[in-house]
């Protein structure tokens, strides 16, 4: 029971095994021209639609949003200006700051000083 139907498996199987080999119907001039055909179709396709009546409002509208940026970009480029600026007179008022608290803490220990010399 067993050995036919491993025989049978062995028959599809195995190195034993029929060789198949998968063939095309068509001749090679004929799918040749099929792609060419494909080919021509997809760059007819590819022309009308970048060709179309909108064509001449993408390009309105390219012109406009070219226009906007380099204007945004003007923009920018004045705010980072204005923000260097600021950071450098901020940078600025910490220094003049930190001195001015300096010399305020020289001046409290000078007048606890001299508060004490008057006391005695």
Same mark, same amino acid.
């Given at each position: 029971?067993?050995?036919?139907?491993?025989?049978?498996?062995?028959?599809?199987?195995? =190195?034993?095994?029929?060789?198949?080999?998968?063939?095309?119907?068509?001749?090679?001039?004929?799918?040749?021209?099929?792609?060419?055909?494909?080919?021509? =179709?997809?760059?007819? /396709? %590819?022309?009308?639609? /970048?060709?179309?009546?909108?064509?001449?409002?993408?390009?309105?509208?390219?012109?406009?949003?070219?226009?906007?940026?380099?204007?945004?970009?003007?923009? /920018?480029?004045?705010?980072?200006?204005?923000?260097?600026?600021?950071? %450098?007179?901020?940078?600025?008022?910490?220094?003049?700051?930190? %001195?001015?608290?300096?010399?305020?803490?020289?001046?409290?220990?000078? =007048?606890?000083?001299?508060?004490?010399?008057?006391?005695?």
């Amino acid at each position: 029971m067993i050995r036919p139907i491993r025989r049978r498996l062995r028959n599809h199987f195995g =190195l034993t095994a029929k060789q198949v080999a998968v063939r095309s119907h068509r001749p090679w001039y004929f799918q040749g021209s099929l792609a060419v055909i494909n080919l021509l =179709l997809g760059f007819a /396709l %590819a022309y009308w639609a /970048l060709h179309d009546d909108n064509s001449e409002y993408v390009r309105q509208r390219l012109s406009q949003v070219t226009s906007e940026n380099i204007e945004l970009q003007k923009k /920018l480029i004045a705010s980072q200006r204005e923000l260097q600026v600021e950071l %450098a007179t901020s940078n600025n008022l910490a220094k003049t700051l930190t %001195a001015q608290q300096d010399e305020n803490i020289k001046l409290k220990e000078e =007048l606890v000083f001299y508060k004490k010399i008057t006391k005695r």
